[in-house]
């Protein structure tokens, strides 16, 4: 497929975002007058990727309704993200795994985490939701967790009544999260911030809920430990709660639908917090085992951040047209591909 060279003048010019990549003059123009049910726009689908050179995507939606009535855009940006060749289509399964540890000594792998992004069924998302709404969407999920029982039930941490220190302070033991960054800030995400905003943990803190943070739902299982398999397993158990109680929006082709095209389909991102002190001497071999396992490396400290001590976040990029115990095999296969290669170093 030959790619568009987009509008120009709509983006920077120094721009790689996908958004940019596909955005031609005539496509902006079909669908530049168009709005959502809720009134949401492909100009501020765009603005963050606008204001953002260094965006990699470049598009939000606003509403489920945007996957469809700005299909022209978001397709392409979806097919080349999650490298798809076939139509999307998005395959479901949240069965439990039978993994082994892969370092019951810890001499590699620190954490395993997986989360999945859920957005609640006829509400606009976090870019364009107002504060009733916003407001509804946390009350409506608090209902739901409270439904739920041990080793899930726990507590929730509103973040309304904490100042920016004490937020801050929270976040580091896990019980708030900080502001969006300015690629969440561009696109509306952050109004507001912190109303109706707050984490739901379980007693022992594996579990973990972010109300409405880039989506209405961050639902996140976490552990320092190398049992990938254990800690998906909590997941699809909290999931198959949450699913009793709460309509999620979807699409029987694109998957679970979200704020971002990058996390559509499964919406699930599994990774691991990694040592590779031996690797990172060898980025073109780390990356090279990475790609050809379908994995993504970012900083330490998440997206957009550098690698600090060694510590890679090493995860699956394609979230959309593979299912969720696909999803964690493979980054099994492709973690114990690179714990070798650092042994061998
Ligand atoms: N909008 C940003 C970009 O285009 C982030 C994209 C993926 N990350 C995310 N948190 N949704 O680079």
């Given at each position: 497929?030959?790619?568009?060279?987009?509008?120009?003048?709509?983006?920077?010019?120094?721009?790689?975002?996908?958004?940019?990549?596909?955005?031609?003059?005539?496509?902006?123009?079909?669908?530049?007058?168009?709005?959502?049910?809720?009134?949401?726009?492909?100009?501020?689908?765009?603005?963050?990727?606008?204001?953002?050179?260094?965006?990699?995507?470049?598009?939000?939606?606003?509403?489920?309704?945007?996957?469809?009535?700005?299909?022209?855009?978001?397709?392409?940006?979806?097919?080349?993200?999650?490298?798809?060749?076939?139509?999307?289509?998005?395959?479901?399964?949240?069965?439990?795994?039978?993994?082994?540890d892969l370092d019951p000594d810890r001499d590699f792998i620190l954490s395993a985490r997986v989360r999945?992004?859920?957005?609640?069924?006829?509400?606009?998302?976090?870019?364009?939701?107002?504060?009733?709404?916003?407001?509804?969407?946390?009350?409506?999920?608090?209902?739901?967790?409270?439904?739920?029982?041990?080793?899930?039930?726990?507590?929730?941490?509103?973040?309304?009544?904490?100042?920016?220190?004490?937020?801050?302070?929270?976040?580091h033991t896990g019980?708030?999260?900080?502001?969006?960054?300015?690629?969440?800030?561009?696109?509306?995400?952050?109004?507001?911030?912190?109303?109706?905003?707050?984490?739901?943990?379980?007693?022992?803190k594996t579990?973990?809920?972010?109300?409405?943070?880039?989506?209405?739902?961050?639902?996140i299982c976490l552990e320092k430990t190398g049992d990938l398999?254990r800690v998906?397993?909590?997941?699809?158990?909290?999931?198959?709660?949450?699913?009793?109680?709460?309509?999620?929006?979807?699409?029987?082709?694109?998957?679970?639908?979200?704020?971002?095209?990058?996390?559509?389909?499964?919406?699930?991102r599994a990774g691991v917090h990694i040592r590779l002190p031996k690797l990172e001497?060898?980025?073109?071999?780390l990356?090279?085992?990475?790609?050809?396992?379908?994995l993504?490396i970012r900083g330490t400290f998440g997206?957009?951040t550098r690698v600090t001590g060694s510590v890679f976040d090493i995860s699956?990029?394609?979230?959309?047209?593979?299912?969720?115990?696909?999803?964690?095999?493979?980054l099994y296969?492709g973690i114990a591909?690179l714990m070798?290669?650092e042994k061998?170093?």
């Amino acid at each position: 497929m030959k790619a568009d060279p987009g509008d120009q003048s709509l983006f920077c010019g120094t721009s790689n975002a996908l958004v940019k990549r596909f955005l031609s003059p005539a496509v902006f123009n079909r669908l530049c007058r168009l709005k959502t049910d809720t009134g949401f726009t492909l100009a501020r689908a765009i603005r963050s990727g606008q204001k953002n050179a260094d965006s990699s995507i470049g598009i939000y939606a606003g509403d489920a309704q945007c996957y469809t009535l700005f299909k022209e855009i978001f397709e392409p940006v979806i097919t080349a993200y999650h490298q798809i060749t076939a139509p999307a289509c998005h395959t479901r399964n949240l069965a439990f795994v039978d993994l082994f540890d892969l370092d019951p000594d810890r001499d590699f792998i620190l954490s395993a985490r997986v989360r999945v992004a859920r957005n609640l069924d006829a509400m606009a998302f976090t870019p364009h939701i107002n504060r009733q709404d916003r407001q509804m969407v946390e009350k409506q999920i608090l209902d739901a967790l409270h439904s739920l029982s041990a080793p899930l039930k726990g507590c929730y941490h509103p973040m309304e009544k904490m100042d920016p220190g004490q937020i801050r302070d929270q976040a580091h033991t896990g019980k708030a999260f900080i502001p969006g960054d300015r690629f969440q800030e561009d696109a509306g995400i952050n109004r507001d911030f912190p109303l109706s905003r707050g984490v739901y943990t379980s007693e022992d803190k594996t579990f973990m809920v972010w109300i409405n943070e880039e989506d209405h739902l961050r639902i996140i299982c976490l552990e320092k430990t190398g049992d990938l398999g254990r800690v998906f397993n909590k997941l699809v158990q909290a999931l198959d709660c949450l699913g009793k109680a709460l309509v999620f929006a979807s699409d029987p082709c694109l998957g679970y639908l979200n704020a971002c095209p990058t996390n559509i389909g499964t919406a699930m991102r599994a990774g691991v917090h990694i040592r590779l002190p031996k690797l990172e001497k060898h980025p073109g071999e780390l990356e090279k085992t990475a790609q050809a396992h379908g994995l993504q490396i970012r900083g330490t400290f998440g997206e957009k951040t550098r690698v600090t001590g060694s510590v890679f976040d090493i995860s699956n990029r394609r979230r959309l047209g593979v299912c969720e115990t696909r999803i964690i095999q493979d980054l099994y296969t492709g973690i114990a591909a690179l714990m070798e290669k650092e042994k061998k170093l």
